[in-house]
Protein backbone atom coordinates (compact mmCIF):
# COMPACT_ATOMS: atom_id res chain seq x y z
CA UNK A 1 0.00 0.00 0.00
CA UNK A 2 1.44 3.66 -1.02
CA UNK A 3 0.64 6.55 0.89
CA UNK A 4 0.72 10.07 -0.43
CA UNK A 5 1.43 12.83 1.82
CA UNK A 6 1.34 16.82 0.62
CA UNK A 7 2.58 19.83 2.79
CA UNK A 8 2.71 23.32 1.60
CA UNK A 9 5.78 24.55 2.10
CA UNK A 10 6.12 27.79 0.71
CA UNK A 11 3.82 30.22 -1.88
CA UNK A 12 4.99 33.48 -3.66
CA UNK A 13 4.03 35.46 -6.06
CA UNK A 14 6.39 33.09 -8.48
CA UNK A 15 6.87 30.19 -7.06
CA UNK A 16 4.63 27.29 -5.15
CA UNK A 17 6.68 24.88 -3.26
CA UNK A 18 5.35 21.48 -1.58
CA UNK A 19 6.79 18.87 0.16
CA UNK A 20 5.44 15.22 -1.38
CA UNK A 21 6.17 11.86 1.06
CA UNK A 22 5.74 8.73 -0.61
CA UNK A 23 5.66 5.96 2.22
CA UNK A 24 5.53 2.49 1.04
CA UNK A 25 3.17 0.81 3.83
CA UNK A 26 2.49 -2.24 2.14
CA UNK A 27 4.09 -5.93 2.39
CA UNK A 28 5.80 -5.90 -0.85
CA UNK A 29 8.34 -3.77 -3.22
CA UNK A 30 6.62 -1.19 -5.31
CA UNK A 31 7.96 1.45 -7.47
CA UNK A 32 6.76 4.92 -8.01
CA UNK A 33 7.50 7.32 -10.60
CA UNK A 34 9.70 10.36 -9.70
CA UNK A 35 11.77 13.06 -11.80
CA UNK A 36 9.29 13.98 -14.66
CA UNK A 37 10.19 15.70 -17.95
CA UNK A 38 7.55 17.19 -20.06
CA UNK A 39 7.15 17.07 -23.56
CA UNK A 40 9.17 20.84 -24.09
CA UNK A 41 12.16 19.11 -21.95
CA UNK A 42 11.58 21.06 -18.57
CA UNK A 43 11.53 19.24 -15.40
CA UNK A 44 8.87 19.58 -12.67
CA UNK A 45 5.80 17.70 -11.91
CA UNK A 46 2.98 17.66 -14.51
CA UNK A 47 0.47 20.45 -13.91
CA UNK A 48 -3.47 20.66 -15.08
CA UNK A 49 -6.65 21.36 -13.07
CA UNK A 50 -8.86 18.95 -12.15
CA UNK A 51 -11.50 18.11 -15.03
CA UNK A 52 -13.80 17.38 -11.86
CA UNK A 53 -12.99 20.32 -9.85
CA UNK A 54 -11.93 23.75 -11.42
CA UNK A 55 -10.71 24.93 -7.90
CA UNK A 56 -8.29 22.64 -7.66
CA UNK A 57 -4.94 22.26 -8.88
CA UNK A 58 -3.07 18.97 -10.02
CA UNK A 59 0.19 17.98 -9.65
CA UNK A 60 1.03 14.31 -10.88
CA UNK A 61 4.60 12.71 -11.42
CA UNK A 62 3.13 9.49 -13.25
CA UNK A 63 3.27 8.04 -17.21
CA UNK A 64 1.32 8.88 -20.02
CA UNK A 65 0.06 7.91 -23.41
CA UNK A 66 2.33 8.82 -26.19
CA UNK A 67 1.83 12.45 -27.77
CA UNK A 68 -0.94 12.69 -29.86
CA UNK A 69 0.46 15.71 -31.53
CA UNK A 70 4.09 14.60 -32.17
CA UNK A 71 4.37 10.64 -31.96
CA UNK A 72 7.53 10.78 -33.24
CA UNK A 73 9.08 13.26 -30.98
CA UNK A 74 8.09 12.81 -27.59
CA UNK A 75 10.51 14.39 -25.30
CA UNK A 76 8.14 13.15 -22.03
CA UNK A 77 10.36 10.79 -19.44
CA UNK A 78 10.75 9.67 -15.90
CA UNK A 79 12.59 8.07 -13.51
CA UNK A 80 11.36 4.92 -11.46
CA UNK A 81 11.95 4.75 -8.08
CA UNK A 82 12.15 1.75 -5.74
CA UNK A 83 10.47 1.75 -2.51
CA UNK A 84 10.75 -0.82 -0.19
CA UNK A 85 8.42 -2.21 2.47
CA UNK A 86 8.23 0.63 5.06
CA UNK A 87 10.59 2.85 3.02
CA UNK A 88 10.07 6.88 2.24
CA UNK A 89 10.44 9.12 -0.77
CA UNK A 90 10.55 12.69 0.32
CA UNK A 91 10.91 15.41 -2.70
CA UNK A 92 10.01 19.20 -2.66
CA UNK A 93 7.73 20.41 -6.10
CA UNK A 94 8.18 23.46 -7.23
CA UNK A 95 5.56 25.06 -9.17
CA UNK A 96 6.31 28.15 -11.31
CA UNK A 97 3.55 31.21 -10.97
CA UNK A 98 1.84 32.38 -13.26
CA UNK A 99 -0.07 28.79 -13.25
CA UNK A 100 0.23 26.81 -17.01
CA UNK A 101 -0.99 23.47 -17.94
CA UNK A 102 2.15 21.20 -18.95
CA UNK A 103 2.19 18.27 -21.39
CA UNK A 104 1.47 15.87 -20.75
CA UNK A 105 -1.29 15.56 -20.04
CA UNK A 106 -1.80 15.93 -23.22
CA UNK A 107 -5.70 17.69 -24.64
CA UNK A 108 -7.62 18.00 -27.92
CA UNK A 109 -6.02 21.09 -28.90
CA UNK A 110 -1.72 20.67 -28.63
CA UNK A 111 0.19 23.30 -26.08
CA UNK A 112 -0.29 24.48 -22.68
CA UNK A 113 -2.78 27.45 -21.33
CA UNK A 114 -2.49 29.75 -18.48
CA UNK A 115 -4.32 28.69 -15.42
CA UNK A 116 -6.35 31.64 -13.68
CA UNK A 117 -4.53 31.56 -9.73
CA UNK A 118 -7.60 33.74 -8.12
CA UNK A 119 -9.86 30.29 -9.19
CA UNK A 120 -7.46 27.72 -7.51
CA UNK A 121 -8.64 26.87 -3.86
CA UNK A 122 -7.20 23.48 -3.25
CA UNK A 123 -3.72 21.33 -4.49
CA UNK A 124 -3.80 17.72 -4.98
CA UNK A 125 -0.37 15.31 -6.02
CA UNK A 126 -0.76 12.12 -7.67
CA UNK A 127 1.59 9.65 -8.36
CA UNK A 128 2.07 6.33 -10.45
CA UNK A 129 3.07 3.32 -9.07
CA UNK A 130 3.72 0.13 -10.90
CA UNK A 131 3.79 -3.56 -8.67
CA UNK A 132 7.25 -4.92 -8.71
CA UNK A 133 7.23 -8.30 -11.25
CA UNK A 134 9.92 -9.89 -12.81
CA UNK A 135 9.46 -8.32 -15.93
CA UNK A 136 9.44 -4.97 -14.21
CA UNK A 137 12.54 -5.20 -12.84
CA UNK A 138 14.26 -6.91 -15.91
CA UNK A 139 13.16 -3.73 -17.57
CA UNK A 140 14.83 -1.54 -14.81
CA UNK A 141 17.83 -3.65 -14.66
CA UNK A 142 18.45 -2.84 -18.74
CA UNK A 143 18.37 0.90 -17.91
CA UNK A 144 21.57 2.18 -16.60
CA UNK A 145 22.75 5.68 -16.38
CA UNK A 146 22.63 8.06 -17.89
CA UNK A 147 20.26 6.72 -19.65
CA UNK A 148 17.77 5.14 -17.02
CA UNK A 149 14.72 7.41 -18.22
CA UNK A 150 11.43 5.72 -18.57
CA UNK A 151 9.03 7.22 -21.37
CA UNK A 152 5.82 5.02 -20.29
CA UNK A 153 5.75 3.01 -23.37
CA UNK A 154 8.30 0.78 -22.26
CA UNK A 155 6.17 -2.78 -22.64
CA UNK A 156 6.63 -5.55 -20.29
CA UNK A 157 4.93 -8.67 -20.28
CA UNK A 158 2.13 -9.55 -17.95
CA UNK A 159 0.64 -12.37 -18.63
CA UNK A 160 0.76 -13.52 -22.06
CA UNK A 161 0.04 -10.08 -23.25
CA UNK A 162 3.07 -6.92 -23.39
CA UNK A 163 1.30 -4.01 -21.99
CA UNK A 164 3.03 -0.36 -21.87
CA UNK A 165 3.78 1.15 -18.22
CA UNK A 166 1.24 3.83 -18.31
CA UNK A 167 -1.23 1.14 -18.91
CA UNK A 168 -0.15 -0.75 -15.97
CA UNK A 169 0.23 2.17 -13.12
CA UNK A 170 -1.78 2.81 -10.50
CA UNK A 171 -2.16 6.30 -10.01
CA UNK A 172 -2.16 7.07 -5.65
CA UNK A 173 -3.62 10.61 -4.74
CA UNK A 174 -2.17 12.60 -2.11
CA UNK A 175 -4.21 14.65 1.08
CA UNK A 176 -5.24 17.88 -0.58
CA UNK A 177 -4.13 20.62 0.33
CA UNK A 178 -5.54 24.74 0.61
CA UNK A 179 -4.20 27.32 -1.09
CA UNK A 180 -4.85 31.13 -1.97
CA UNK A 181 -3.04 32.83 -4.92
CA UNK A 182 -5.08 35.65 -4.66
Do not use: W
Not at 61 to 88: E, K, M, V, W
Not at 165 to 171: A, K, P, R, S
Amino acid sequence: MIEVRLKKTSVSARLIVLEVTVKNSGPEVAYIVTDTRRTDGSPGPYIIVDKDDPTMLVCTSQFYPPNPFGPFSDGTSAHITRLDPGQTHAELMRISVPLQTTEPPYTSVPGSRAIPATAIRQLEVRIGVLETSLSLRELIKRKLAPHDAFTGMEQIGIGSTPRALYDLQEVVRSNVVGISLD
